[in-house]
């Protein structure tokens, strides 16, 4: 089903990036010579998507003028700009709160969620499949994950798998190792039902205390249903020090003269 509409949750602090995300948004976080969110974009664009809404906050302008020089300058990405639009989240109260803060803007259509932390290297856009495979149901990216580190993500409780769908019977939102029902972890890329936006408006702080997205699908599961993808590619997680690490190592990898100089490093040791 064709899917015109992404938001990017863009109104978090950054505090695993503090002190430079007290200045700069995590976002604007490089990967060598871009910013994070400009690969989040990228495959958004590449996913068929028209209409691209960014959920900010103060502090968070650089990302307004690096895409407006992307279009008037670069003429980089081939949408235009007037497709993008940003709406303000007054406090960080949590993933489902900020969805919930693009409601008018999406209306009554189903839209895809991204977050920019996670970034996914792959040769075809994530959402991209995810949309080839949406019919209606809320759709979550999904990998598996260590036990370990089941307690950072929503988890999947399995009802059947189906080639690269995860089709599930519930989920639970950050659960601690021992009460975990699979390693089948949420990344963050979704497409939703917009009814969604009646479920966040009523939802009681989960987690952390704050609106949890994974506990709107829940609620919706005996409605609209839930099903998992299983994407092809690479995932970073680009919110925590050693994920954005690993991401420019392995984009520099890619790239012969950048690849040198990790090979000097590694000869230096
Ligand atoms: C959010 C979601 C979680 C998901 C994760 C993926 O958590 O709440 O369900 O698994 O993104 O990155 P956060 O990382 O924002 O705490």
């Not at 020090?241 to 100089?261: H, P, W, Y």
Request: glycine share 8%; hydrophobic share 40%; charged share 25%.
């Amino acid at each position: 089903m064709k899917i015109r509409k992404v938001v990017f949750p863009v109104g978090g602090l950054g505090t695993r990036f503090f002190p430079i995300t007290r200045a700069i948004p995590k976002e604007m976080l490089g990967i060598i010579d871009k910013p994070l969110i400009h690969y989040a974009v990228e495959e958004a664009v590449h996913a068929g998507i028209e209409e691209f809404i960014f959920v900010t906050r103060h502090g968070k302008s650089s990302i307004e003028d690096y895409f407006d020089y992307m279009f008037s300058h670069a003429n980089y990405f081939d949408v235009k700009i007037g497709s993008m639009c940003y709406v303000r989240q007054d406090e960080p109260k949590g993933l489902g709160h900020a969805v919930l803060c693009a409601k008018n803007l999406v209306n009554n259509e189903p839209f895809a969620v991204m977050s920019a932390d996670d970034f996914i290297l792959s040769t075809k856009s994530c959402l991209g499949e995810m949309a080839s495979n949406y019919d209606g149901a809320n759709m979550v990216a999904t990998m598996s994950v260590d036990r370990k580190d089941v307690s950072k993500y929503g988890i999947i409780d399995v009802l059947k798998e189906d080639g690269s769908l995860v089709y599930a019977k519930s989920v639970d939102e950050k659960p601690p190792v021992e009460e975990a029902k699979s390693t089948h972890a949420i990344v963050g890329r979704y497409i939703l039902s917009p009814d969604i936006f009646d479920v966040l408006e009523q939802l009681a702080p989960g987690v952390g205390g704050e609106i949890q997205l994974t506990d709107a699908l829940l609620q919706m599961i005996p409605t609209c249903g839930l099903v998992g993808f299983k994407f092809e590619g690479q995932r970073f997680d680009c919110g925590s020090k050693k994920g954005l690490l690993a991401a420019i190592l392995q984009v520099a990898s890619q790239d012969a003269n950048l690849q040198q100089v990790i090979e000097e490093f590694n000869r230096r040791k």
